[in-house]
């Protein structure tokens, strides 16, 4: 079963896209109870995060506030609209708020973006791992970092930086994967205790 193309999503029809799949503007209206991206036009359920997953990606959310620049915004849990069929919610963004008028901001452009951040859960590792940073990379969002738990609940970031020419991200040349601290000039000068974000 399909929906008509044109149609808007109910919350009776949602999980019978069209052909072409959804698009945001016939779904983010809907009322469902869970939270979801937009993928591919199809509505995705996101996964139940564990505490320490939400607890790492506050943290890095304050951390990243207190070290900014200007003109630079951060914020967790907002979707980017990478097309009209592709809207995915990063843990936490930092962006460029010029020209934008947040009283009527639904998703951030992602040109906007000069960095997305994932914190991997167990459902969510092929996505953070491969399919979201292909589609930063592709809109050339300059900066992504996935943040990992290891096997001894240690935090280690992956740091990525943008190949403009190929679209794709390539590891951080001086700096790939932090432990203990994390360390870089991009895309301002920060510094983040990371055992301190998941101690207890």
């Not at 009322?31 to 890095?60: S, T, Y």
């Not at 940073?133 to 969002?141: H, I, N, Q, R, S």
């Not at 280690?156 to 000039?185: C, F, Q, S």
């Amino acid at each position: 079963m399909t929906t008509p193309q044109h149609q808007q999503a109910t919350e009776d029809t949602w999980m019978f896209p069209p052909a072409d799949g959804w698009t945001f503007d016939q779904v983010k209206h809907l009322e469902l109870p869970f939270d979801w991206e937009l993928v591919d036009g199809v509505i995705v359920a996101r996964g139940q995060a564990m505490f320490w997953h939400n607890r790492v990606r506050d943290r890095l959310l304050a951390a990243l506030e207190g070290a900014r620049t200007e003109p630079y915004e951060v914020v967790a849990e907002q979707c980017v609209r990478i097309d009209e069929r592709n809207t995915p919610k990063p843990d936490v963004i930092l962006f460029d708020p010029r020209q934008l008028n947040f009283f009527e901001l639904e998703c951030v452009p992602p040109e906007k973006l000069a960095l997305a951040v994932e914190v991997v859960s167990p459902g969510s590792r092929q996505d953070d791992r491969v399919r979201k940073p292909a589609l930063y990379a592709a809109t050339k969002v300059p900066c992504y970092w996935r943040v990992e738990l290891d096997r001894d609940r240690k935090l280690a970031v992956h740091e990525y930086w943008l190949n403009a020419d190929t679209r794709t991200y390539i590891p951080a040349p001086m700096h790939p994967v932090h432990h203990g601290k994390l360390i870089t000039e991009l895309p301002f000068p920060v510094e983040i205790d990371l055992d301190a974000l998941v101690g207890f």
